[in-house]
């Protein structure tokens, strides 16, 4: 029998899936930002609004990074903007390490807690987490599995 999952493994499962949904080919990222163990918004990497997408028209790169996409962590800030919603003393399940740019932005909308399964180059990330005062849970990755624990009733129709 399969084991349940516990929470933060329930929300990065969720990362990893909103990370099927990027456009950018050198690296598929995904973001849950969650209160109160409920899901306030998700966010992956890709094209600005009425952009092309990498995977269509290649990446944008300046300095070996691609600049045309919008980082996961950032579009789930944004779409929680965007809806009103409050990130104050949220978690963010992201299935990579964020960037600087993404850390900074997580720590001043008020996130409290990262947790990831992959590293990230940058290490900048991890100092501005540490004054900042967010915390980093890193975990194994979840198992893409999916677990059914439900009884078939298929046949009783």
Known sequence: MNKRPDWDEYFLKLAMLASERATCPRMHCGCVLVRNKNVVTTGYNGSIPGDEHCEDA???LVDNHCVRTVHAEMN????????????????????????????KALITAGIKRVVVFSDYHDTLATEF?????????????????????????????
């Not at 789930?76 to 850390?103: D, F, R």
């Open 58 to 60: 290649g990446c944008l």
């Open 76 to 103: 789930a800030l944004v779409q929680a903007a965007k809806l009103g919603h409050s990130v104050e003393g949220a978690t963010a399940y992201v299935t990579n390490m964020p960037c600087t740019t993404c850390a």
């Open 129 to 157: 987490f540490a004054k900042g005062g967010v915390k980093i849970d890193k975990h194994a990755m979840p198992s893409t599995q999916i677990a059914y624990h439900l009884k078939d009733y298929s046949s009783a129709r």
